[in-house]
């Protein structure tokens, strides 16, 4: 039966990276999976206030709080493509220590997150790190190969002593009733499941479980061939004992509340920055302004690959979020499509239906009178019928109509059409 349960997990978590897999490749994306992500819906809450957002993270939580880090091992694509790196790499499993500077990680990134920013914590997010690793950004890359060495030697430390949505849940799961737990009767300290767990969280020789960092991959009650190790209620509760003095402790939470209000401010203060620095970045319809889309966006690149005109740039130098660049794929904003909106995770790119979208200026068109060839193809291909022209004349732009798609710039074969970035998206 224990063995059933460890398969059924490895299923499950096959499902689940195939299916991340397919939708950041922009090849089918039929369960919205990526909405079950912590971190993206943490800042819808935060930012959008959305209900549904609200009930997959206390879902999330609620899970965590049943059946421990089980989101590590079945939900989050990073931990899953980790274990597959490990199987790769035959990664010796290591007993680990329990730092608690992943404390301090976890106050930083979501403290700044909370203040307005998501600049630290798209560096570390594990479901940003995968997005990005797979729509080949070359940080994403950098980063991922890191953490994978990482699991070379040490196997799932990122997910123990670095991740902050580890460190979040790690807490959580402290307290949850079903748990990892080591039947003292039965077991015979051989070892056996500390030489398994990829955590590092057995000490086979006292017969205890840090259920803390243990990531819930079963892996240890499907080895152990006494029957020793169990995932379940432990009948008879040992006394919680302390190996840190109280006012240590209490030291330790003001600095971690310190940490999170500093970053807090610090979030903030990167927002505002923002906010005075980016000029003429085109967005996509839903990202409303240069500033909300810098300090949101994780840079997962879901988005990317998901438009089927495949005008959505990475970040760069210029703008360190998604942005539109109508000299890639088609040149120019389909009238009749929302995919980015619909992909979103993070509430970046805010949800609209495609009615509303249609109606959401992005930028601004205008046309060089000293370089109109008067051909009128522009007056054909404007989608809202923004464009007109009159026999013998130039084509003239109604600018309360356009929306800047930018189809009128691509279909112009003399350059005379240029678009421009509008500070605040409206609808009309």
């Given at each position: 039966m224990k063995k059933k349960l460890y398969n059924i997990r490895i299923i499950i978590a096959g499902l689940v990276f195939i299916f991340c897999i397919l939708a950041i490749c922009g090849v089918i994306y039929p369960l919205k999976i990526f909405d079950l992500q912590f971190a993206a819906s943490l800042q819808r809450v935060i930012f959008d206030y959305s209900l549904i957002a609200l009930l997959i993270l206390v879902g999330v939580i609620a899970l965590t709080l049943l059946f421990g880090r089980l989101y590590c091992s079945l939900i989050c694509p990073f931990g899953i493509m980790q274990e597959f790196a490990?199987?790769?790499?035959?990664?010796?499993?290591?007993?680990?220590?329990?730092?608690?500077?992943?404390?301090?990680?976890?106050?930083?990134?979501?403290?700044?997150l909370i203040g307005g920013s998501a600049i630290f914590i798209r560096y570390i997010d594990p479901y940003t790190l995968f997005g990005s690793a797979i729509s080949l950004s070359k940080l994403g890359i950098v980063l991922s190969l890191l953490i994978l060495t990482l699991v070379f030697f040490q196997n799932r430390f990122f997910c123990t002593n670095i991740c902050p949505i580890g460190a979040i849940l790690g807490l959580i799961s402290k307290i949850a009733p079903f748990k990892i737990y080591i039947n003292k009767e039965k077991c015979v300290s051989c070892g056996l499941c500390a030489k398994t767990c990829p955590s590092g969280c057995i000490n086979f020789k006292?017969?205890?479980?840090?259920?803390?960092?243990?990531?819930?991959?079963?892996?240890?009650?499907?080895?152990?061939?006494?029957?020793?190790?169990?995932?379940?209620?432990?009948?008879?509760?040992?006394?919680?004992?302390?190996?840190?003095?109280?006012?240590?402790?209490?030291?330790?939470?003001?600095?971690?509340?310190?940490?999170?209000?500093?970053?807090?401010?610090?979030?903030?203060?990167?927002?505002?920055k923002y906010a005075k620095k980016i000029k003429n970045i085109i967005l996509p319809p839903g990202a409303l302004n240069a500033s909300r889309m810098a300090n949101k966006c994780l840079n997962c690149n879901l988005c990317i690959n998901n438009c089927p005109n495949k005008i959505l740039a990475k970040s760069s130098q210029k703008f360190?979020?998604?942005?539109?660049?109508?000299?890639?794929?088609?040149?120019?904003?389909?009238?009749?499509?929302?995919?980015?909106?619909?992909?979103?995770?993070?509430?970046?790119?805010k949800r609209m239906k495609l009615d509303e979208k249609q109606r959401t200026r992005i930028a601004m068109a205008v046309i060089d009178q000293t370089k109109c060839n008067k051909c009128g193809i522009c007056v054909y291909d404007c989608p809202l019928g923004a464009i007109s022209k009159k026999d013998g004349e130039t084509a003239l732009i109604d600018g309360a109509k356009c929306i800047g798609c930018g189809k009128c710039k691509n279909s112009c074969q003399f350059d005379a059409i240029q678009i421009y970035a509008v500070n605040e998206q409206i609808m009309i």
């Open positions: 490990s199987f790769l790499f035959k990664s010796k499993c290591k007993k680990q220590n329990n730092y608690k500077f992943k404390y301090f990680i976890a106050s930083l990134t979501i403290g700044c006292e017969k205890n479980v840090d259920n803390e960092m243990c990531v819930k991959c079963l892996k240890c009650i499907s080895k152990c061939q006494l029957q020793a190790m169990n995932y379940g209620t432990e009948k008879k509760k040992e006394k919680l004992t302390f190996n840190i003095k109280r006012r240590k402790f209490l030291y330790t939470a003001f600095a971690l509340l310190t940490v999170t209000i500093t970053a807090v401010k610090a979030g903030v203060e990167f927002s505002d360190p979020a998604v942005h539109i660049d109508y000299s890639l794929g088609k040149g120019y904003c389909k009238y009749d499509c929302n995919e980015c909106e619909k992909v979103c995770p993070s509430g970046a790119i």
